[in-house]
């Protein structure tokens, strides 16, 4: 075989073979109609986009003393009191979203009136003080076991319409929100249910231990499946009339999805370009290669210390004029396929806000008194965090390791990639090693992508680019594919 072959793709030693080439496939859509192979881009896709519903996944845990935990609770109710504003205001009239509930903050860059700060210490007040939630607080104070998502979840979602009625009567009292005589009614109602709260406190006492924390997992996970039927039979009450999403929003959603919300005050949004190590499985082509009608890019990789990068032009910084674009050395990331997470200590974690906010709002009370969580957010500190990220973002199951895949990841921590305009990088054509047709194509594309292909290489003064063509092999039994040598001379094709 032919060394020009990408299969004989990866050099060094068995323990550090880096990839020579990778590949990434592309329905000829993206690449010929939105004209990803004229103007040579890759698109960063944000994990929701992405065909894996655990794509992204952290086995976020929250363990440390009473400040820490007060400070979570106060962080609920800031979000929660922004969102009853929004719903007195717009009702159903706009759409209430997690992206719009300040859940990365406090911010400094957040407007505080001096009636806003007082509402929101009022708040804080009445709901700490109440019995129950000094008794939840007592129980999380420095308890040995980590809380994992469904017992927190569970929590929240007992304390949600104490927190709610809370909300509810201090914006009446401040006047913020229009007067709702049943807000008292409605706070009266929820501490009649605490008492669910107070068994579930009770129960947690004695556990302890790694079995008792596997057993209290499996627990909680059974109640959190209980209470999604429950929830969604609810909704499904005729009694209830239409379905109003931000009414639910508020009185129910609200405290389920929380939990999962907090991993955005952990760790940057990040968004990924996947590429695979291998393109000769029939099931990838039949998925991300379009039914087998799309084509497979091949891309050199340029290796540097034993790790294989693409350098790409791309948003990289900001300024009087807007978005700035340059080059930068991407690292690929190989994938790593398991059924377990790396777990990530929450309140230890929290990376996304400046290190004055994080240590008044989240590491102190107001006494001035730091938690044992603080720290002194050194290089140490900043290297531990950036190790814990990639895992999140390379890690998937089992299940998917037929992928072999390779990432590239673009991370905002600074920058805002949440338009999808800004997460378009351009690859240098020097990069691009070639292409393989699907085995169903249609000839009139291949037509189309070969003349594309042709004047890029007079441009670029090429005439080494690879065309492939996939195939089955009787031989090998699966799909394979073969180099299209007529048309290694992209000089002779018309491009009229």
């Known amino acids: 075989m032919d060394s020009s072959d990408p299969h004989l793709g990866a050099t060094g030693d068995a323990a550090t073979l880096v990839p020579k080439f990778l590949y990434r496939f592309r329905p000829l859509k993206r690449l010929l109609e939105n004209g990803e192979l004229e103007k040579q881009e890759i698109y960063f896709a944000a994990p929701s986009q992405l065909n894996d519903p655990m794509e992204g996944f952290r086995d976020l845990f929250w363990k440390g ?78 308890r040995a076991l980590p809380v994992r998502r469904d017992e927190l979840r569970s929590y929240l979602r007992c304390l949600h319409p104490l927190a709610l ?89 609200f405290a389920d999805e929380f939990v999962d919300q907090l991993d955005r005050l952990v760790y940057p949004d990040w968004h990924v370009a996947c590429f695979m190590s291998d393109c000769r499985n029939a099931s ?22 034993g790790r294989p990068f693409l350098p790409l032009t791309r948003v990289n910084g900001f300024g009087s004029s807007g978005y700035s674009r340059g080059r930068i050395e991407h690292e690929f990331h190989q994938v790593k396929y398991s059924d377990k997470h790396q777990p990530v200590d929450f309140f230890r974690s929290i990376g996304r806000l400046p290190e004055a906010v994080l240590d008044k709002h989240w590491h102190s009370n107001a006494e001035g008194a730091r938690s044992v969580c603080a720290s002194n957010y050194d290089d140490q500190w900043r290297a531990d965090y950036w190790k814990g990220f990639y895992p999140g973002a390379t890690t998937k199951l089992a299940d998917w390791a037929h992928e072999d895949e390779y990432r590239l990841l673009l991370t905002g921590m600074v920058l805002d990639f949440s338009d999808a305009q800004r997460r378009t990088a351009t690859y240098d054509f020097r990069n691009l090693h070639g292409l393989i047709f699907g085995m169903k194509t249609p000839l009139e594309k291949r037509i189309e992508i070969c003349r594309i292909v042709a004047e890029k290489c007079r441009a670029n003064g090429r005439s080494d680019f690879k065309f492939y063509e996939a195939y089955y092999s009787a031989a090998g039994g699966r799909i394979d594919h073969r180099e299209l040598n007529l048309l290694r001379l992209t000089a002779s094709i018309s491009t009229g």
């Not at 005589?181 to 947690?204: C, H, N, Q, V, Y």
């Not at 990838?284 to 210390?305: A, K, M, P, Q, R």
Request: with cysteine; aromatic share 10%.
């Open 165 to 253: 009625g809370t909300v509810w009567s201090r914006n009446e009292l401040h006047r913020t929100a229009s007067a709702r005589p049943d807000a008292e009614r409605f706070l009266d109602s929820a501490r009649a249910g605490l008492p669910s709260l107070e068994k579930m406190i009770e129960a947690m006492q004695p556990i302890s231990g790694e079995v008792d924390e596997q057993l209290l997992q499996e627990l909680f996970s059974l109640f959190e499946f209980m209470s999604g039927q429950l929830g969604l039979a609810a909704l499904l009450n005729p009694e209830l009339g239409e379905y109003q999403p931000n009414k639910d929003f508020l009185f129910r959603a």
């Open 65 to 142: 003393d009473r400040i820490v935990w007060e400070n979570l609770f106060k962080h609920y109710l800031r979000c929660l009191n922004w969102t009853f504003s929004m719903y007195a205001i717009a009702g159903e009239s706009h759409p209430l979203i997690w992206n719009d509930v300040p859940i990365v903050g406090p911010m400094p860059s957040e407007l505080n009136t001096e009636k806003l700060d007082a509402l929101q210490q009022g708040i804080f007040g009445d709901f700490l003080a109440e019995p129950a939630v000094i008794r939840l607080v007592d129980a999380l104070d420095g």
């Open 284 to 305: 990838l082509w039949g998925t991300y290669g379009d039914s087998h009608t799309g084509i497979c890019l091949v891309f050199n990789t340029v290796v540097e210390g």
